[in-house]
């Protein structure tokens, strides 16, 4: 069922004299894609660090899954149910597939008074992590390449390892920043499928710059220039939208 998981009310970042976010606001619904699209510099990323905790908004409220979280740190907002891939792919390289999972799964584990005993069991010792571990490697389609080494997986695996150790922090909203990028087309391909597969669970921001990618998956589009948005609605009407086409997919107004 379609609910609202996240809402951004006039979210407004500054940096000294440059407005890099400007009064944008945006709801992402559960079971639906809302893709936002850009020229660099548009302010795209800005705005996911702005709804994940990563910077703190210079004005505006982001409430999630019922609360207000603006101002929240990243640990506190992920803890709240957001999870977010970044530009850059962050896994760790000498560990396998399935360590890299449960290492974001054990992470939702409660925190327990300290002892220093508990350094010397395993890792897996946690049921609950395990099964959050299990659940992800399914979910991402990677249980086959489990017991490999994240140096050893191909730069498509990568980003579907990186997206899996979200998913194993069991979020509701996820926010990824061009999952698709670098990609040929056999793997941006299963990327795709991979997205459409998690949309009815989450609510989800992807930030893209394939638009093939973009027109198969969003629900929603939203179109930023200048840290403004310029149009929002749906894909075809976005696409259709002059000052869309003259800003930013190129096309010349008729």
């Known amino acids: 069922m379609s609910e609202v998981l996240l809402c951004a009310h006039r979210l407004t970042k500054r940096f000294g004299g440059l407005t890099a976010v400007n009064q944008v606001s945006l709801e992402l619904w559960r ?7 850009g020229p660099n510099g548009a302010g795209k990323s ?4 702005l709804l994940s905790g990563d910077l703190p908004a210079t004005s505006g409220q982001i409430t999630l899954c019922g609360c207000n979280i603006s101002g929240w740190p990243a640990e506190q907002v992920s803890r709240q149910g957001l999870g977010r891939s970044y530009q850059k792919t962050n896994i760790f390289l000498p560990f396998t597939v399935s360590e890299n999972i449960h290492l974001a799964a054990q992470s939702r584990d409660p925190q327990q008074p300290w002892n220093p005993l508990r350094w010397l069991q395993k890792a897996t010792h ?8 299990t659940k992800a490697l399914e979910l991402s389609g990677l249980e086959e390449r489990r017991d490999l080494l994240a140096a050893a997986l191909s ?3 990568r980003r579907q390892l990186e997206i899996a150790m979200t998913l194993a922090t069991e979020p509701e909203v996820l926010l990824l920043d061009e999952p698709l990028a670098g990609m040929g087309a056999a793997e941006a391909q299963r990327m795709v499928e991979l997205l459409l597969q998690l949309k009815k669970d989450h609510a989800m921001l992807l930030v893209e710059h394939d638009m093939d990618a ?3 998956l969003a629900d929603h589009l939203t179109v930023m220039v200048n840290g403004q948005v310029i149009a929002s609605g749906a894909p075809a009407a976005v696409r259709a939208n002059p000052d869309v086409q003259s800003a930013y997919l190129g096309e010349e107004t008729p």
């Open 31 to 37: 079971d639906r894609i809302h893709a936002v699209i």
């Open 46 to 49: 800005t705005l996911t660090s």
């Open 126 to 133: 946690s049921i609950a992590a395990n099964a959050r571990s």
């Open 155 to 157: 730069h498509g695996e």
């Open 214 to 216: 973009v027109f198969a």
